[in-house]
C-alpha cells in the first residue's frame, strides 16, 4: 500500500503518505497548512480516535519552511500534542541551522523552535541534528526509512539558508502577525482573461521567485515500490533543475507517478524548463485559491503544453481558480484529464 492524502489546507500545503502494510502502516507527513485551519491536528484526532490503542506514530514530520501556509499547521498540533501521538523525526530548519556554527546570531526563539526543545521532540535526527541541506557538490543525501521508502533530499542549498539568515526576523515576524486568515483583497484585483490563450501563456518569459523563504523550502523525492513522487514545497525551480541534473538516472527525463508543483501552482516556480526534466503523469495542485489565486494560468498553461501527453491535474480543493481548469472546458488545449475532491470528501487521495 502506498498512498497520498492531499489535505484541504486552505491555500497550503498539508501532504500525508501511508506506506506499508494496512493493519500497520507507516506515515510521512509534509507541512500542515495554516495555523488556524486545524487540518493536521483534526486529522491526527481522527486517526487516534479510530486507533484500537489510540495511538499513533508518525515516522517523519517535515515542515519545509516557515511559511505560515505550511508551518501554522505544524506548531497547532505540537503546541497541543494529542496524548498517543509520537514522532520518529521532525526535519525543520531553524534561525540555529542556517549559518555555520561559528557564525551564528542569537536564537531568534521562533515558536517551533520552542515547543521542539521543551517537549524534547527528535529534530533533525538523520542529518546528526544539522541542517537539512544538500551538499554543493557530489550524490545528493538519500536516505532509505521504515519498510524501504526512500527520500532523495533535492534542496535547499547552503545558499538559500545563508540568505533566509539575512531576513530570518522580518520573515518570522510576516508570519507571526497573520497566522490565520487572508482576505479576499488579498487577491490584489486579479482578473486573468478568461478563456486563456495557453501558446500565448507558455511563452511569457519566466520570473523567478526572489523570496528567501520559499528558496530555503525542503524539497525530496519519495521512492516505494517502484513509484516516485516529486514534493517540491516552494521551491524555486532553478534549484530543482540543479538538483535533477546530479541524479544518476539512464533516462533523460526523470520518470515521475505524481508532481505536487511548487508554490501551489504559481507562475514564478514552474518552468518550462523544470517540467522538461521530468516524464510525469499527474500534476498535484494544493490550494483552495485564497490570498494570491493559486494555480496561475501561467504555470497550468506551461504543463500543459510541456507537462508530457495528457497529464492529469490534481486538485484539492474545488474552487474558483482549480474549477476553471476542468477537463473539456478549454477548446485549444490539449487533452489532459482532471481530478477533484468527490462529493463530501476532503481533498484528494491518491493511490499508487
Known amino acids: 500500500m502506498f498512498r497520498l492524502a492531499m489535505l484541504p489546507a486552505r491555500q497550503g500545503d498539508c501532504l500525508w503518505f501511508s506506506y506499508g502494510s494496512e493493519q500497520s502502516p507507516h506515515h510521512l507527513v509534509i507541512d500542515g497548512g495554516p495555523e488556524r485551519s486545524r487540518v493536521l491536528l483534526s486529522r491526527v484526532q481522527q486517526m487516534l480516535a479510530a486507533s484500537p490503542d489510540r495511538k499513533l506514530h508518525i515516522d517523519l514530520l517535515v515542515v519545509t519552511h516557515v511559511d505560515n501556509d505550511h508551518i501554522g499547521g505544524v506548531l497547532e498540533l505540537l503546541e497541543n500534542l494529542p496524548a498517543g501521538l509520537s514522532v520518529g523525526d521532525i526535519w525543520f530548519n531553524a534561525y540555529r541551522h542556517l549559518l555555520p556554527s561559528d557564525r551564528l546570531g542569537p536564537d531568534q526563539g521562533e515558536r517551533l523552535s520552542s515547543v521542539l526543545d521543551a517537549r524534547r521532540l527528535p529534530w533533525n535526527e538523520a542529518f546528526h541534528h544539522q541542517a537539512v541541506v544538500i551538499p554543493d557538490e557530489g550524490a545528493l543525501p538519500r536516505l532509505v526509512r521504515q519498510d524501504g521508502l526512500a527520500i532523495t533530499l533535492l534542496g535547499p542549498d547552503r545558499s538559500q539558508l545563508v540568505k533566509l539568515a539575512k531576513v530570518w526576523k522580518l520573515v518570522v515576524a510576516e508570519e507571526e502577525q497573520a497566522p490565520g486568515e487572508h482576505q479576499e483583497n488579498d487577491l490584489r484585483g486579479r482578473r486573468d482573461p478568461w478563456p486563456p490563450d495557453l501558446a500565448a501563456l507558455a511563452q511569457e518569459r519566466f520570473r523567478p521567485d526572489p523570496g528567501e523563504a520559499n528558496g530555503s523550502s525542503i524539497a525530496f523525492l519519495v521512492e516505494y515500490q517502484g513509484k516516485r513522487i516529486l514534493c517540491a514545497a516552494d521551491a524555486f525551480a532553478g534549484g530543482l533543475i540543479n538538483s535533477l541534473d546530479r541524479l544518476p538516472r539512464p533516462e533523460e527525463r526523470l520518470s515521475l507517478d505524481a508532481f505536487k508543483l511548487s508554490h501551489h501552482g504559481s507562475a514564478k516556480s514552474t518552468s518550462s524548463e523544470l517540467l522538461g ?25 506551461r504543463v500543459l503544453l510541456h507537462g508530457g501527453k495528457n497529464p492529469t491535474l490534481g486538485f484539492n480543493y474545488r474552487a474558483e481558480y482549480s474549477e476553471r481548469w ?3 472546458q478549454l477548446g485549444q488545449a490539449p487533452k489532459y484529464t482532471t481530478r477533484y475532491p468527490g462529493e463530501g470528501e476532503q481533498g484528494i487521495v491518491i493511490e499508487f
Do not use: R, T, W
Open 277 to 301: 526534466k521530468v516524464a510525469c503523469s499527474q500534476y498535484l495542485i494544493s490550494s483552495n485559491g485564497s490570498y494570491f489565486g493559486h494555480p496561475d494560468a501561467e504555470a497550468m498553461a
Open 326 to 328: 476542468a477537463a473539456g
